[in-house]
Nanobody, 120 residues
């Protein structure tokens, strides 16, 4: 099993910044891709940013140039630096990982989510 714990959400004014963290723990042999998704009220969950183990990144068009995803493989942790936040970034942000356990089982996992609220 793999557990993901997010932190760093909160309330911020438009134009401000937040940094989200997500730490993975459990029977982890290797974590491959890690990603951040978000879900706003009444909307579907959407991909915000993803990063491979080697550091290749992918971003939603709506956050390009404002958000940066990074990871620390030694700590099994992924980060999301969010700058120039807008009210439309308000959502619950979820961490996702694709991991290989010590028993060589491929597992996809989700965190519990962290709320980000951007006010005018």
């Amino acid at each position: 099993q793999v557990q993901l714990v997010e932190s760093g959400g909160g309330l911020v004014q438009a134009g401000g910044s937040l940094r989200l963290s997500c730490a993975a723990s459990g029977s982890i042999f290797r974590i491959n891709a890690m990603a951040w998704y978000r879900q706003a009220p009444g909307k579907q969950r959407e991909l915000v940013a993803a990063i491979t183990r080697g550091g290749t990144t992918n971003y939603a068009d709506s956050v390009k140039g404002r958000f940066t995803i990074s990871r620390d493989n030694a700590k099994n942790t992924v980060y999301l630096q969010m700058n120039s936040l807008k009210p439309e970034d308000t959502a619950v942000y979820y961490c996702n990982s694709e991991a290989l356990t010590h028993s060589l089982e491929a597992i996809g996992s989700w965190g519990q989510g962290t709320q980000v609220i951007v006010s005018l």
